[in-house]
């Protein structure tokens, strides 16, 4: 199956659901080629970029399923090659 690179940028602003986010991300870590975390104090939230090598309906998927988690906001821009 052809895959596509992709960045999926999350915004965590809400603690609460740092373990589910974990366990989806866990799910989904075959297809995930690198991750940074990034504590903004200051703020309050968490930034995490996660790098993917995927389908484009895993991609979808697993945006989906984060962007339905309360607190997460969830962007992905995906390579055309």
């Given at each position: 199956m052809e895959t596509k690179v992709a960045v999926m940028?999350?915004?965590v602003e809400s603690g609460k659901t740092v373990d589910e986010l974990n366990a989806v991300l866990h799910a989904y870590s075959e297809y995930i080629i690198g991750r940074m975390g990034l504590p903004y104090k200051e703020?309050?939230?968490?930034?995490i970029s996660i790098a993917l090598d995927a389908p484009q309906n895993t991609i979808s998927a697993l945006a989906?399923?984060?962007?339905?988690?309360?607190?997460i906001s969830v962007k992905t821009a995906i390579a055309s090659i």
């Open positions: 940028s999350i915004i703020k309050g939230i968490n930034i989906g399923k984060l962007g339905n988690l309360p607190g």
